[in-house]
């Protein structure tokens, strides 16, 4: 579905802080994965999904989405099929425009272009959607987004994005910024969406646990590398000390992530 060949990518080329955070990283997502990201502070993480999102372009190699070359590709154009979702909840709505209009800006571009406009069919629509956010937004249509709490914001971010139809969803620590209700509320609501319209997806989190018990593939990153790419069977058995050790194994260090580690 999309994969990263070969990205090499320096920050800073030819200066004192010249850091190179990826080296010939190869990595391939298919279809239908829902892959969890976990690593250390300044692993790449981040940076990744900033090469996936056209955020940046690597030095050489080249991100191949659906078979098509798309390393040249802007990051306005790969936003029509990668949907992202930061940590700030304030960064996914426009905080001037009411409910209905954030959504229609969603829907019309899951309608790839196709002229679209709001009525009452669609209010109806939309007020349907937000029921089942359960959080009272069904009669707020005409409610600016700057009114709403930061865990509401941030599951109409969610909704928003599946309104769009990506193919592919990038989820940035998405609820760490969240009260611990709100941000189960939040993946409660995203493991339904990626369920339910069978998204492609990655989320990036510093929970051991939840990266655990979360899809269907596991990557643990460091340094730039993907050091543990854990699918199947393994990744069922797989508990927070098990993962510990295997990257300890791997890489020949400890697992340094206090965050992650507490997270447990
Ligand atoms: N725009 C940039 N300019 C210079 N260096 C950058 C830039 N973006 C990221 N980096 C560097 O790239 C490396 C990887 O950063 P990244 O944010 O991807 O890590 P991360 O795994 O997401 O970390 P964290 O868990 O702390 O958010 C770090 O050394 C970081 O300082």
Redesign the pocket.
């Known amino acids: 579905m999309i994969s990263v060949e070969n990205a090499t990518l320096t920050?800073?080329a030819g200066t004192p802080n010249e850091?190179r955070?990826f080296d010939a990283l190869n990595l391939s997502v298919d279809k239908g994965d829902f892959v969890t990201v976990i690593?250390s502070?300044?692993?790449?993480?981040?940076?990744?999904f900033n090469l996936l999102a056209g955020t940046?372009t690597p030095d050489a190699g080249r991100i191949v989405l659906n078979g098509k070359d798309v390393t040249k590709a802007p990051e306005y154009v790969r936003a029509r099929t990668i949907g992202r979702i930061f940590q700030d909840p304030l960064a996914g709505t426009a905080s001037n425009m009411t409910l209905e209009d954030n959504m229609m800006v969603c829907l019309k571009k899951g309608f790839k272009g196709l002229r679209i406009s709001l009525n009452r069919g669609r209010r109806e629509f939309f007020r349907e959607q937000l029921r089942f956010l359960d959080m009272g937004l069904e009669d707020r249509l005409k409610d600016n987004v700057g009114l709403l709490s930061g865990g509401q914001r941030q599951a109409l971010t969610l909704l928003m994005m599946v309104l769009s139809r990506p193919e592919l969803v990038l989820l940035d620590e998405h609820t760490a910024a969240l009260d611990p209700r709100n941000a189960d509320i939040v993946l409660s609501l995203t493991t339904h969406f990626v369920k339910e319209y069978g998204l492609t997806t990655m989320m990036?989190t510093?929970n051991m646990q939840q990266a655990i018990n979360l899809g269907n593939r596991l990557l643990m990153?460091d340094a730039?590398e993907v050091v543990l790419d854990i699918r199947g069977e393994k990744k069922k058995d797989l508990t927070v000390d098990k993962l510990v050790a295997m990257f300890s194994e791997v890489r020949n260090k400890t697992f340094t992530s206090d965050e992650a580690l507490l997270s447990r």
């Open positions: 920050f800073n850091n955070v690593g502070n300044g692993a790449g993480k981040s940076t990744l940046v990036v510093h990153m730039g």
